[in-house]
């Protein structure tokens, strides 16, 4: 198992190509979106105008951006794991769902648990050490120093 | 003697107890956070934003511009010490700054560094003392037209920044304009792209966005490695670099500072390209440049006083017109909307404590840096050998908490978690992301300025050509542009971020 986390994530992409299909996507996603406001015209342009405008003008570019991919084909690009991703991008998620029911200490305790699953090869104490030291350092600096006016402990957890 | 009564101004401001505790503070956070590797300013200066928020509007734009100049410093004390420089402007000390910590002179390294950076930040801070009134007096001049050229024009420089494909980086530019349309629209107050959240009605929160496409997908990229993995460091010996080091260095260091304080007032400018060209003059005038590469400590000394120069002089722009020339000071225009002051050059006039009191804070931080740096030399070096797999849940924690107690929005982490993730994608894409963040940090007023525009002349896109100021500006953003298209400069440019 830990041999396998030594190994680096190589995934064929082609840039050119998937950088021009974003590009496309969110055109059309805001271009789509501005056609429900009001347009108006050019003396007096409406909420919708400018952002079709802008959607258009991106279109146009991720069309050549990707038309330039066709000819260069696939390159390797090493990625990030997907559980390393996973929990970098939820656990600021997790401690704003937390934050309030649980309070605190929990939430930055939970936190900082599931963002050390990112780093495969550390051992439990490890990670619980890493958590008590956070959640120590996270409370004297936010909570004491800084005075940001959130519970320790929230309702769930005071009686 | 004007100049001089702003100067006391400043000076009075920059120097009260609470001003110096700040900017020392700054200083110090954005060296422990600069000094980790990969961190550039962009990311640092994202990720402490939050904790300037509750201080006045002076003394919190002090203290980030302290934290500017020590996420600066410390960057290059991680490109000389472990050869992992955070960002483009500290990659060229790398070069010769490492080779000198292999060969055990780390120390005259960082000294030559914090001693250049302050001659320079001291002269680049009266440049911006003459130079900043008359351009905020020519910019109050402007109408809409010219401030939309002026805006396409610092975006169209900010594409020269990015190194790699011209297409993408104006595609992140536009998308980035996209983006800061977020939230009721300026007119008719119709909410445009909220999805029906509330909290989206004033737009996306700024330092999500921000910490996310730089701090959030820095660890992405970092964590495709191993984490727990240990970096090498050479240990300085000695700090004091030798009385040659110091003759070989004054020159160097004098001539970063001139071509620092010009190339930073440059949209598009700033520290990158000052260090870059510095780097390349001083390899042409020495007469080792055979040295260059192997450890000579003119390649440190150069880059080092013109990025520094340059990272003071990119307040020009900011300050004057409120048009951001960089990353970092699209930030801090941020910064400022946070605080309710509307950048611009009107921020001389109505908060003059604010503009010459972060001017004269300027020079404070850099004595600061100076002060503080070489006895803490060790610190850094301790703090660098720490593994990343300790280091990045607290960067995450640190800026989860930051974000989210700035407007106690449970929302703000969701996008933090969404940028992040576009962020890193576009990146893997070689799509950069300073464009992106010019873009949205642009976007409202770039809008607001075409249609007042648009408004005044009826619908007639030919007032941007008829007005000779508006036409000026949008033709030197043409010939930019295509100067960037062409081959034979684009060659040029590749070979100088290749360097």
């Known amino acids: 198992m830990n041999n396998d986390m030594d190994k680096l994530l190589v995934v064929p992409i082609n840039k050119d190509v998937a950088a021009g299909a974003i590009f496309v996507a969110f055109a059309l996603g805001f271009g789509l979106i501005s056609t429900n406001y009001p347009m108006g015209r050019l003396a007096q342009m409406g909420p919708g105008y400018y952002p079709a405008l802008l959607s258009a003008i991106l279109a ?28 970098v991008l939820g656990s600021p998620i997790l401690f704003a769902a937390t934050v309030r029911p649980l309070g605190f200490v929990p939430a930055v305790i939970l936190t900082s648990l599931v963002a050390t699953i990112a780093a495969p090869r550390m051992t439990l104490i490890q990670r619980l050490g890493a958590a008590l030291v956070l959640t120590l350092g996270c409370t004297v600096i936010f909570i004491l120093a800084l005075g940001i006016p959130l519970p320790l402990l929230g309702n769930w957890l005071t009686f | 003697m004007e100049l001089f009564d702003n100067l006391v101004l400043g000076l009075q401001t920059a120097l009260s107890l609470e001003n110096v505790f700040y900017c020392f503070l700054g200083c110090l956070l954005g060296t422990l956070i600069g000094v980790l590797p990969g961190v550039g300013p962009v990311t640092t200066i994202a990720l402490l934003l939050p904790v300037t928020f509750g201080l006045d509007p ?10 500017y100049y020590g996420a600066q410093y410390g960057g290059s004390t991680t490109a000389i010490l472990v050869n992992l420089p955070g960002e483009a402007s500290s990659a060229v000390t790398a070069i010769d700054g490492y080779k000198m910590a292999q060969k055990g002179r780390a120390g005259s ?22 130079f900043s009134p008359p351009l905020s007096e020519m910019a109050l001049r402007f109408g809409p037209p010219e401030y939309f050229s002026l805006i396409v024009l610092g975006l169209v420089l900010s594409v020269t920044l990015a190194n790699g494909s011209v297409l993408k980086a104006l595609a992140m530019i536009i998308l980035g304009l996209l983006f800061g349309l977020v ?32 701090g959030i997908s820095e660890i992405l990229s970092n964590l495709e490695q191993d984490p727990s993995r240990k970096t090498k460091i050479s240990k300085p010996k000695g700090l ?14 004098f001539r970063g500072t001139g071509l620092g304080s010009v190339m930073g007032v440059l949209p598009g400018g700033g520290a990158t390209l000052s260090s870059f060209a510095s780097y390349a003059l001083e390899k042409k005038l020495s007469k080792r440049s055979e040295e260059f590469g192997h450890g000579a400590i003119e390649g440190v000394a150069g880059p080092e006083s013109a990025n520094n120069a340059g990272a003071q002089t990119s307040f020009i722009p900011m300050l004057t017109l409120g048009i951001p020339g960089n990353g970092v000071m699209a930030i801090m225009i941020g910064a400022l909307m946070i605080q309710g002051i509307q950048p611009g050059p009107s921020v001389m ?28 030399v060790g610190i850094w070096v301790r703090l660098l050998s720490t593994p990343y797999n300790y280091m990045f849940p607290a960067i995450l924690l640190f800026s989860a908490i930051g974000i989210y107690s700035t407007n106690m929005n449970g929302l703000d982490l969701t996008l933090l978690g969404m940028f992040g993730l576009i962020g890193y994608v576009l990146i893997k894409l070689d799509c950069e992301p300073a464009p992106f963040l010019m873009g949205f940090i642009l976007g409202p007023l770039l809008e607001e300025n075409l249609r007042r525009a648009m408004m005044f002349s009826r619908g007639n896109p030919m007032t941007f050509i008829e007005k000779p100021l508006s036409a000026a500006l949008l033709a030197i953003a043409a010939v930019a542009l295509l100067m960037l298209v062409l081959p034979a400069f684009r060659k040029r440019r590749e070979t100088v971020f290749v360097e």
Not at chain 1, 62 to 76: L, N, P, Q, S, V
Not at chain 2, 349 to 366: C, D, E, K, R, Y
């Open chain 2, 109 to 130: 390294a960082l000294a030559i560094a914090a001693i250049g950076s302050f001659i320079a930040g001291t002269v680049a801070t009266f440049v911006v003392v003459i």
């Open chain 2, 349 to 376: 006039i109505t908060n003059p404590s604010l503009f010459w009191g972060l001017i004269a804070s300027m020079w404070v931080g850099n004595l600061l840096l100076l002060v503080l740096n070489l006895p803490m």
């Open chain 2, 58 to 67: 002076s003394t919190s734009l002090i203290m980030l511009a302290g934290i």
């Open chain 2, 183 to 214: 939230g009721a629209d300026i007119y008719t107050g119709i909410p445009r792209f909220t999805f029906g959240q509330p909290s989206l009605m004033d737009g996306i929160n700024f330092v999500a966005f921000a910490t996310g496409i730089y």
């Open chain 1, 60 to 87: 146009v570019f991720g069309i050549a951006i990707g038309i330039t991919g066709f000819r260069k084909g696939a390159e390797k690009v090493v990625v990030v794991r997907p559980l390393a991703l996973i929990a």
């Open chain 2, 240 to 253: 004091l670099p030798s009385w040659d080091e110091m003759k070989r260095s004054i020159g160097p260091i």
